[in-house]
């Protein structure tokens, strides 16, 4: 069963350094989504991506992050100088185009960031 | 803003024991709600998704129901094992292609 996979597992980065989370959604998926989970907290909406453009940002999503599909495959979350607060488990997510809210969204296993 | 809210944080039941974990949320233009499972430091499984449309869906020992008008979702857990155990997470999507808003999750603990 296709599955959507996210590189790497664990990233352990000092903090004000440049961090790119990387995600292959599953292949026939047109939407794509992250979402942060703070250790302890409920999952969070980050920013979804349709059609080569954001759709939607939450607050977070400010200009430290950006997103990219770089290629017909990955989808990559850039942060460009982490804060300690950005430690948190980072989820990918894909959601195939259909209708009649028939559609589920898929998660990856998550990248885990610790921002020292 | 939709707010969803997971009652009780944590269960613990003995193993067989049929079960249920609610959800409620404030905003009653949901247009669907997913149900997912999550063990210690994993990924989130999609359980069920039941539309705005529907009552309730089932999957084996699984069964979500819907409750546009109150504002809840119930999860039942029928004849629990121990490899159940895991966080129960419910989310709310309010638009057709958009985000999920998730409740914190109940912490369920099936012993043997």
């Known amino acids: 069963e296709p599955e959507v996979t996210q590189t790497p597992s664990h990233q352990v980065t000092q903090m004000g350094q440049e961090v790119i989370l990387r995600c292959v959604p599953i292949?026939?998926?047109?939407?794509f989504y992250w979402y942060r989970q703070i250790l302890g907290q409920k999952v969070e909406f980050l920013v979804s991506?349709?059609?080569?453009?954001?759709?939607?940002k939450s607050e977070i999503f400010d200009d430290q992050f950006s997103v990219e599909r770089p290629d017909g495959s990955n989808f990559t979350l850039k942060i460009r100088s982490t804060k300690l607060e950005d430690s948190a488990m980072y989820f990918c997510?894909?959601?195939?185009?259909?209708?009649?809210?028939?559609?589920?969204?898929?998660f990856g296993p998550g990248t885990r960031l610790t921002v020292l | 803003k939709q707010e969803v809210t997971q009652i009780p944080a944590a269960l613990s039941v003995p193993e067989g024991e049929n079960l249920v974990l609610n959800c409620s949320f404030t905003d009653s233009a949901i247009y669907n709600l997913q149900w997912f499972r999550q063990d210690p430091g994993k990924g989130l499984t999609s359980l069920l998704l039941?539309?705005?449309?529907?009552r309730e869906q089932t999957s084996g020992r699984l069964n979500a129901s819907l409750d546009k008008s109150s504002g809840r979702s119930t999860l039942y857990i029928a004849a629990s094992q121990p490899g159940d155990s895991a966080t129960y997470l419910c989310?709310?999507?309010?638009?057709?292609?958009?985000?999920?808003?998730f409740g914190k999750g109940t912490m369920l603990l099936v012993s043997p």
């Open positions: 292949s026939n998926h047109l939407y």
């Open positions: 997510a894909s959601m195939r185009l259909g209708t009649s809210g028939t559609d589920t969204q898929y």
């Open positions: 989310a709310g999507m309010n638009s057709g292609y958009s985000t999920l808003t």
């Open positions: 991506f349709y059609n080569n453009e954001i759709s939607e």
């Open positions: 039941i539309q705005s449309s529907q």
